[in-house]
Protein backbone atom coordinates (compact mmCIF):
# COMPACT_ATOMS: atom_id res chain seq x y z
CA UNK A 1 0.00 0.00 0.00
CA UNK A 2 2.55 2.65 1.24
CA UNK A 3 4.94 1.19 -1.89
CA UNK A 4 2.00 1.75 -4.21
CA UNK A 5 1.36 5.19 -2.97
CA UNK A 6 5.18 6.61 -3.21
CA UNK A 7 5.07 5.30 -6.82
CA UNK A 8 1.92 6.94 -8.03
CA UNK A 9 3.43 10.21 -6.01
CA UNK A 10 6.38 9.58 -7.96
CA UNK A 11 4.58 9.05 -11.52
CA UNK A 12 2.44 12.05 -10.72
CA UNK A 13 6.05 13.90 -10.00
CA UNK A 14 7.38 12.80 -13.38
CA UNK A 15 4.27 13.89 -15.25
CA UNK A 16 4.33 17.50 -13.59
CA UNK A 17 8.05 17.60 -14.69
CA UNK A 18 7.36 16.77 -17.90
CA UNK A 19 4.14 19.38 -18.14
CA UNK A 20 6.67 21.63 -16.89
CA UNK A 21 9.57 20.65 -19.32
CA UNK A 22 7.25 21.03 -22.06
CA UNK A 23 6.08 24.79 -20.67
CA UNK A 24 9.50 25.98 -19.42
CA UNK A 25 11.28 26.84 -22.68
CA UNK A 26 8.78 28.99 -23.91
CA UNK A 27 7.68 30.49 -21.03
CA UNK A 28 8.27 34.01 -20.94
CA UNK A 29 10.50 33.89 -24.29
CA UNK A 30 9.07 34.47 -28.17
CA UNK A 31 11.37 32.14 -29.50
CA UNK A 32 11.74 32.49 -33.16
CA UNK A 33 14.30 30.02 -35.33
CA UNK A 34 15.98 31.69 -37.92
CA UNK A 35 18.93 28.94 -38.15
CA UNK A 36 22.15 29.98 -39.87
CA UNK A 37 22.62 28.14 -43.19
CA UNK A 38 26.21 27.26 -41.63
CA UNK A 39 24.49 25.64 -38.59
CA UNK A 40 24.89 22.21 -39.01
CA UNK A 41 28.23 22.77 -40.09
CA UNK A 42 29.24 23.81 -37.04
CA UNK A 43 31.03 21.95 -34.64
CA UNK A 44 30.05 20.99 -30.97
CA UNK A 45 31.27 22.95 -28.21
CA UNK A 46 32.84 21.04 -25.96
CA UNK A 47 32.29 22.91 -22.51
CA UNK A 48 30.60 25.94 -22.22
CA UNK A 49 32.07 28.54 -19.38
CA UNK A 50 31.08 31.79 -20.96
CA UNK A 51 27.80 33.81 -22.13
CA UNK A 52 29.14 36.86 -23.97
CA UNK A 53 26.69 40.07 -24.76
CA UNK A 54 26.62 41.87 -27.72
CA UNK A 55 24.95 44.89 -28.90
CA UNK A 56 24.19 44.63 -33.31
CA UNK A 57 25.42 48.44 -33.68
CA UNK A 58 22.66 49.09 -36.25
CA UNK A 59 18.66 47.88 -37.14
CA UNK A 60 16.97 44.17 -36.53
CA UNK A 61 16.89 43.23 -40.19
CA UNK A 62 20.37 43.97 -41.59
CA UNK A 63 21.96 42.72 -38.37
CA UNK A 64 20.34 39.44 -38.58
CA UNK A 65 20.71 38.90 -42.16
CA UNK A 66 24.13 39.09 -41.64
CA UNK A 67 24.60 37.01 -38.50
CA UNK A 68 22.60 34.22 -39.98
CA UNK A 69 25.00 34.58 -42.94
CA UNK A 70 28.35 34.37 -41.10
CA UNK A 71 26.96 31.72 -37.83
CA UNK A 72 27.71 34.89 -35.49
CA UNK A 73 25.59 34.60 -32.72
CA UNK A 74 23.31 32.15 -31.05
CA UNK A 75 20.42 34.38 -30.55
CA UNK A 76 19.39 37.72 -31.28
CA UNK A 77 17.39 39.59 -28.87
CA UNK A 78 14.75 42.26 -30.86
CA UNK A 79 13.92 45.77 -29.81
CA UNK A 80 10.21 44.00 -28.92
CA UNK A 81 12.09 41.08 -27.43
CA UNK A 82 11.54 38.27 -29.63
CA UNK A 83 14.53 36.37 -29.32
CA UNK A 84 15.58 34.52 -33.03
CA UNK A 85 17.65 31.21 -33.11
CA UNK A 86 20.57 31.76 -35.11
CA UNK A 87 23.02 28.75 -34.20
CA UNK A 88 21.88 25.76 -32.27
CA UNK A 89 23.16 26.18 -28.53
CA UNK A 90 25.26 22.95 -28.20
CA UNK A 91 27.62 24.08 -31.54
CA UNK A 92 30.21 27.28 -32.04
CA UNK A 93 29.21 30.26 -33.18
CA UNK A 94 31.79 33.08 -34.20
CA UNK A 95 30.86 35.73 -32.38
CA UNK A 96 33.59 36.84 -29.61
CA UNK A 97 36.22 37.53 -32.29
CA UNK A 98 39.93 38.31 -30.76
CA UNK A 99 39.28 37.67 -27.25
CA UNK A 100 40.79 36.58 -24.08
CA UNK A 101 39.54 36.06 -20.39
CA UNK A 102 41.86 35.16 -17.65
CA UNK A 103 44.11 33.71 -20.21
CA UNK A 104 42.17 31.59 -22.24
CA UNK A 105 42.26 32.96 -25.88
CA UNK A 106 39.42 32.82 -28.03
CA UNK A 107 36.09 32.48 -26.44
CA UNK A 108 33.94 31.20 -29.44
CA UNK A 109 34.73 27.57 -28.12
CA UNK A 110 33.70 27.78 -24.67
CA UNK A 111 30.74 30.16 -25.40
CA UNK A 112 27.11 31.47 -26.28
CA UNK A 113 27.04 34.80 -27.61
CA UNK A 114 23.93 36.60 -27.43
CA UNK A 115 23.27 39.65 -29.73
CA UNK A 116 20.94 42.67 -28.64
CA UNK A 117 19.96 44.76 -31.55
CA UNK A 118 21.42 48.47 -30.16
CA UNK A 119 24.07 50.54 -29.68
CA UNK A 120 26.48 50.34 -27.00
CA UNK A 121 25.96 53.34 -25.52
CA UNK A 122 22.48 53.47 -25.41
CA UNK A 123 19.68 51.66 -23.14
CA UNK A 124 17.81 48.27 -24.13
CA UNK A 125 13.76 48.59 -24.47
CA UNK A 126 12.11 47.12 -21.42
CA UNK A 127 11.10 44.15 -23.77
CA UNK A 128 14.62 43.51 -24.43
CA UNK A 129 15.88 43.64 -20.35
CA UNK A 130 12.80 40.95 -19.78
CA UNK A 131 13.69 38.91 -22.83
CA UNK A 132 17.28 38.86 -22.36
CA UNK A 133 17.15 38.32 -18.29
CA UNK A 134 14.58 35.19 -19.10
CA UNK A 135 17.16 33.79 -21.57
CA UNK A 136 20.48 34.20 -19.31
CA UNK A 137 18.38 32.61 -16.77
CA UNK A 138 17.99 29.75 -19.08
CA UNK A 139 20.88 29.02 -20.53
CA UNK A 140 23.06 29.58 -16.96
CA UNK A 141 20.48 27.42 -15.63
CA UNK A 142 21.35 24.45 -18.76
CA UNK A 143 25.19 25.31 -18.54
CA UNK A 144 25.73 25.83 -15.00
CA UNK A 145 27.40 29.13 -15.53
CA UNK A 146 27.62 31.89 -12.63
CA UNK A 147 26.33 35.51 -12.87
CA UNK A 148 30.92 36.42 -12.63
CA UNK A 149 31.03 34.47 -16.25
CA UNK A 150 28.35 36.34 -18.35
CA UNK A 151 30.36 39.35 -19.72
CA UNK A 152 30.29 42.54 -22.37
CA UNK A 153 31.99 41.81 -25.94
CA UNK A 154 33.98 44.77 -24.40
CA UNK A 155 35.17 43.26 -21.10
CA UNK A 156 36.97 40.29 -23.35
CA UNK A 157 37.71 41.55 -27.25
CA UNK A 158 41.59 42.73 -26.98
CA UNK A 159 43.35 44.12 -30.12
CA UNK A 160 46.89 43.32 -31.70
CA UNK A 161 49.35 45.91 -32.05
CA UNK A 162 49.06 48.60 -34.11
CA UNK A 163 50.70 51.91 -35.15
CA UNK A 164 48.96 53.46 -31.44
CA UNK A 165 49.14 50.57 -28.92
CA UNK A 166 52.94 48.42 -29.38
CA UNK A 167 51.47 46.15 -27.02
CA UNK A 168 47.87 43.66 -27.20
CA UNK A 169 45.25 45.72 -25.51
CA UNK A 170 41.85 45.74 -24.00
CA UNK A 171 39.85 48.21 -25.68
CA UNK A 172 39.33 46.91 -29.30
CA UNK A 173 35.74 47.25 -29.06
CA UNK A 174 32.28 48.35 -27.18
CA UNK A 175 30.60 46.05 -27.70
CA UNK A 176 27.17 45.72 -25.07
CA UNK A 177 29.61 47.90 -22.80
CA UNK A 178 26.78 49.57 -20.71
CA UNK A 179 25.77 45.66 -19.79
CA UNK A 180 28.45 45.76 -17.51
CA UNK A 181 26.82 48.64 -15.13
CA UNK A 182 25.33 46.97 -12.06
CA UNK A 183 22.71 48.60 -12.52
CA UNK A 184 22.21 47.11 -15.73
CA UNK A 185 22.95 44.01 -14.93
CA UNK A 186 21.03 43.86 -11.51
CA UNK A 187 18.08 44.39 -14.06
CA UNK A 188 19.16 41.32 -16.36
CA UNK A 189 19.44 39.46 -12.64
CA UNK A 190 23.15 39.17 -12.78
CA UNK A 191 24.34 39.94 -9.32
CA UNK A 192 28.32 40.86 -8.96
CA UNK A 193 30.43 41.13 -12.21
CA UNK A 194 34.30 41.33 -12.02
CA UNK A 195 36.13 44.39 -10.36
CA UNK A 196 38.92 44.41 -12.50
CA UNK A 197 40.58 42.80 -15.90
CA UNK A 198 42.14 39.72 -14.69
CA UNK A 199 44.47 39.56 -18.31
CA UNK A 200 45.62 43.46 -17.79
CA UNK A 201 46.65 42.71 -14.00
CA UNK A 202 48.75 39.56 -15.08
CA UNK A 203 50.56 42.11 -17.84
CA UNK A 204 49.18 39.88 -20.85
CA UNK A 205 47.27 42.76 -22.19
CA UNK A 206 47.08 46.68 -21.47
CA UNK A 207 44.16 49.36 -21.45
CA UNK A 208 43.83 50.75 -24.41
CA UNK A 209 40.78 52.69 -23.73
CA UNK A 210 40.54 54.60 -20.92
CA UNK A 211 36.51 55.57 -21.06
CA UNK A 212 35.65 52.19 -21.61
CA UNK A 213 37.62 51.31 -18.74
CA UNK A 214 36.13 53.29 -16.39
CA UNK A 215 32.64 51.99 -17.67
CA UNK A 216 33.90 48.49 -16.66
CA UNK A 217 34.87 48.86 -13.86
CA UNK A 218 34.64 52.45 -12.63
CA UNK A 219 32.37 53.85 -9.88
CA UNK A 220 28.92 53.30 -11.43
CA UNK A 221 26.46 55.73 -12.31
CA UNK A 222 28.43 58.98 -13.19
CA UNK A 223 30.94 56.50 -15.56
CA UNK A 224 29.07 55.51 -18.46
CA UNK A 225 27.09 58.56 -19.69
CA UNK A 226 29.07 60.91 -18.89
CA UNK A 227 32.40 60.37 -20.58
CA UNK A 228 31.17 58.45 -23.40
CA UNK A 229 28.58 61.40 -24.15
CA UNK A 230 31.53 63.76 -24.18
CA UNK A 231 33.59 61.44 -26.62
CA UNK A 232 30.98 60.59 -29.05
CA UNK A 233 30.42 64.42 -30.08
CA UNK A 234 33.94 64.39 -31.26
CA UNK A 235 34.49 62.16 -34.31
CA UNK A 236 37.79 64.71 -35.61
CA UNK A 237 41.28 63.72 -35.30
CA UNK A 238 43.46 66.61 -33.51
CA UNK A 239 46.55 66.50 -30.95
CA UNK A 240 45.48 63.73 -28.46
CA UNK A 241 43.10 62.30 -30.72
CA UNK A 242 44.14 59.72 -33.55
CA UNK A 243 42.16 57.45 -35.94
CA UNK A 244 41.90 54.55 -33.67
CA UNK A 245 40.58 56.95 -30.45
CA UNK A 246 37.68 57.48 -32.88
CA UNK A 247 37.19 54.46 -34.97
CA UNK A 248 38.57 51.89 -32.69
CA UNK A 249 39.41 48.50 -34.61
CA UNK A 250 37.79 49.40 -37.42
CA UNK A 251 39.95 52.46 -38.29
CA UNK A 252 41.74 50.87 -41.60
CA UNK A 253 38.13 49.42 -42.88
CA UNK A 254 37.05 50.42 -46.03
CA UNK A 255 33.77 50.99 -44.29
CA UNK A 256 35.42 54.01 -42.25
CA UNK A 257 35.49 57.45 -44.01
CA UNK A 258 38.09 60.01 -43.62
CA UNK A 259 36.95 63.54 -44.91
CA UNK A 260 39.89 65.42 -44.97
CA UNK A 261 39.91 69.40 -44.19
CA UNK A 262 40.39 70.25 -47.55
CA UNK A 263 37.44 67.94 -48.52
CA UNK A 264 38.73 65.00 -50.04
CA UNK A 265 37.18 61.88 -48.51
CA UNK A 266 39.39 58.28 -48.39
CA UNK A 267 38.40 54.82 -46.93
CA UNK A 268 40.55 53.71 -43.98
CA UNK A 269 41.58 50.63 -46.34
CA UNK A 270 43.05 53.87 -48.44
CA UNK A 271 45.15 55.34 -46.25
CA UNK A 272 48.63 54.43 -46.57
CA UNK A 273 50.32 56.68 -44.28
CA UNK A 274 48.58 56.94 -40.56
CA UNK A 275 50.92 60.02 -39.36
CA UNK A 276 50.18 62.06 -41.97
CA UNK A 277 46.35 62.25 -41.61
CA UNK A 278 46.00 65.66 -40.85
CA UNK A 279 44.11 67.44 -37.63
CA UNK A 280 40.58 68.53 -38.51
CA UNK A 281 39.94 65.30 -40.23
CA UNK A 282 36.19 63.88 -39.50
CA UNK A 283 36.17 60.44 -38.92
CA UNK A 284 32.57 58.83 -40.66
CA UNK A 285 32.62 55.04 -39.18
CA UNK A 286 31.08 52.28 -40.45
CA UNK A 287 28.82 52.34 -43.14
CA UNK A 288 27.91 48.59 -42.59
CA UNK A 289 25.03 47.44 -40.51
CA UNK A 290 26.34 45.32 -38.18
CA UNK A 291 29.39 45.51 -35.36
CA UNK A 292 31.19 42.88 -37.64
CA UNK A 293 34.98 41.41 -36.93
CA UNK A 294 36.77 43.94 -39.00
CA UNK A 295 38.76 40.78 -41.76
CA UNK A 296 41.96 40.91 -40.27
CA UNK A 297 40.02 39.19 -37.00
CA UNK A 298 38.89 36.27 -38.94
CA UNK A 299 42.59 35.73 -40.14
CA UNK A 300 44.08 33.91 -36.75
CA UNK A 301 47.95 33.39 -35.75
CA UNK A 302 49.31 31.13 -33.62
CA UNK A 303 50.87 32.88 -30.58
CA UNK A 304 48.45 36.25 -31.19
CA UNK A 305 45.28 34.53 -30.95
CA UNK A 306 45.83 31.47 -29.28
CA UNK A 307 48.81 29.10 -28.14
CA UNK A 308 48.21 26.40 -30.33
CA UNK A 309 45.99 25.65 -33.11
CA UNK A 310 43.46 23.70 -30.33
CA UNK A 311 43.02 27.16 -28.84
CA UNK A 312 41.54 28.71 -32.09
CA UNK A 313 39.99 26.10 -33.90
CA UNK A 314 38.65 24.47 -31.11
CA UNK A 315 36.98 20.92 -32.03
CA UNK A 316 37.88 22.41 -35.76
CA UNK A 317 41.78 22.33 -35.48
CA UNK A 318 41.71 19.18 -37.75
CA UNK A 319 38.51 19.37 -39.72
CA UNK A 320 38.76 19.95 -43.90
CA UNK A 321 37.75 23.46 -43.49
CA UNK A 322 40.31 25.05 -41.00
CA UNK A 323 43.21 26.22 -43.08
CA UNK A 324 46.47 26.50 -42.01
CA UNK A 325 48.91 29.18 -43.68
CA UNK A 326 52.30 27.41 -42.41
CA UNK A 327 55.32 29.67 -42.43
CA UNK A 328 57.21 27.79 -44.86
CA UNK A 329 54.47 28.63 -47.43
CA UNK A 330 52.61 25.84 -47.59
CA UNK A 331 48.76 25.94 -47.39
CA UNK A 332 47.07 23.01 -46.11
CA UNK A 333 43.87 22.38 -44.52
CA UNK A 334 43.46 20.74 -40.94
CA UNK A 335 42.42 16.55 -42.27
CA UNK A 336 46.13 16.95 -44.12
CA UNK A 337 48.05 17.46 -41.20
CA UNK A 338 48.91 15.01 -38.85
CA UNK A 339 48.09 14.82 -35.02
CA UNK A 340 51.51 15.77 -34.45
CA UNK A 341 52.11 18.31 -36.59
CA UNK A 342 48.76 19.95 -35.35
CA UNK A 343 50.29 20.28 -31.91
CA UNK A 344 53.39 21.59 -32.75
CA UNK A 345 52.80 24.26 -35.24
CA UNK A 346 55.34 27.21 -34.74
CA UNK A 347 54.05 30.88 -33.74
CA UNK A 348 53.22 32.87 -36.98
CA UNK A 349 51.84 30.11 -38.11
CA UNK A 350 47.87 31.63 -39.62
CA UNK A 351 44.46 29.86 -39.85
CA UNK A 352 41.19 30.40 -41.02
CA UNK A 353 38.24 28.46 -39.58
CA UNK A 354 35.39 27.26 -41.39
CA UNK A 355 36.86 27.93 -44.41
CA UNK A 356 36.75 26.04 -48.19
CA UNK A 357 39.52 26.84 -50.69
CA UNK A 358 37.64 27.98 -53.27
CA UNK A 359 40.79 27.67 -56.34
CA UNK A 360 43.92 29.79 -58.10
CA UNK A 361 43.64 32.47 -59.90
CA UNK A 362 45.22 32.12 -63.67
CA UNK A 363 45.40 34.22 -66.73
CA UNK A 364 42.16 32.84 -67.76
CA UNK A 365 40.44 32.21 -64.32
CA UNK A 366 39.16 35.25 -62.78
CA UNK A 367 38.18 35.99 -58.86
CA UNK A 368 34.67 36.25 -60.49
CA UNK A 369 35.24 32.39 -62.06
CA UNK A 370 36.13 31.27 -58.94
CA UNK A 371 34.59 32.83 -56.01
CA UNK A 372 31.62 33.87 -58.33
CA UNK A 373 29.65 37.09 -56.71
CA UNK A 374 31.26 36.36 -53.14
CA UNK A 375 34.42 37.48 -54.81
CA UNK A 376 34.44 40.74 -52.92
CA UNK A 377 33.21 40.11 -49.73
CA UNK A 378 34.81 41.17 -46.57
CA UNK A 379 34.91 37.73 -45.79
CA UNK A 380 36.31 36.29 -48.72
CA UNK A 381 40.70 36.13 -48.81
CA UNK A 382 43.09 35.63 -51.06
CA UNK A 383 46.40 34.32 -50.43
CA UNK A 384 49.07 35.92 -52.64
CA UNK A 385 52.37 34.08 -54.15
CA UNK A 386 54.29 35.87 -51.73
CA UNK A 387 52.45 35.25 -48.71
CA UNK A 388 50.35 38.05 -48.06
CA UNK A 389 46.79 37.59 -47.09
CA UNK A 390 44.36 40.19 -48.42
CA UNK A 391 40.04 40.23 -47.43
CA UNK A 392 37.86 40.49 -50.61
CA UNK A 393 37.01 44.02 -49.65
CA UNK A 394 40.11 45.33 -49.83
CA UNK A 395 41.39 43.58 -53.31
CA UNK A 396 42.19 45.44 -56.53
CA UNK A 397 40.62 43.57 -58.95
CA UNK A 398 42.66 44.92 -61.35
CA UNK A 399 45.86 43.74 -59.53
CA UNK A 400 45.61 40.58 -58.41
CA UNK A 401 48.23 38.34 -58.92
CA UNK A 402 48.33 35.40 -61.04
CA UNK A 403 48.43 32.15 -58.54
CA UNK A 404 46.31 33.79 -55.70
CA UNK A 405 44.76 31.27 -53.70
CA UNK A 406 41.30 31.96 -53.59
CA UNK A 407 39.05 30.92 -50.45
CA UNK A 408 35.62 31.63 -48.68
CA UNK A 409 33.65 30.74 -45.57
CA UNK A 410 32.21 26.98 -46.22
ZN1 LIG B 1 30.28 42.13 -30.04
Not at 236 to 244: D, E, K, L, Q, T
Not at 344 to 370: F, I, Q
Amino acid sequence: MRARSTRTFRLSGFVVACLLLAILPAHGLNLVNRFSPLNKERSPRRSTEYIILHTTEGPAKGSLDKLRKYGEAHYMVDTDGTVYRIIDRNRIAMHAGRSMWQGQANLDSVSLGIEVVGYHDRPMTNAQKRAVKELLRQLQSVYKIPDSKVLPHSMVAYGRPNRWHPSPHRGRKRCAMLMARSSVREELGLSGKPSFDPDVRAGRLVVADQTLERVLYGADPAAGSGASAGEAASNVIRPGRSAWDIARGRYKSSDTLYRFPDGRTRKGSEIKDWSKMPTGTEVIVGNSETESESSEDRVQEIGKDGSNAWEIAAGAYNDAETIYFLVDGRVRSGVELSRDNLDTLPKGTRMLVGYVHGGVLSKGRSAYDVAGPKWNLASTFYRFPDGSIVSGKDIDEKNIPSKAMVFYPK
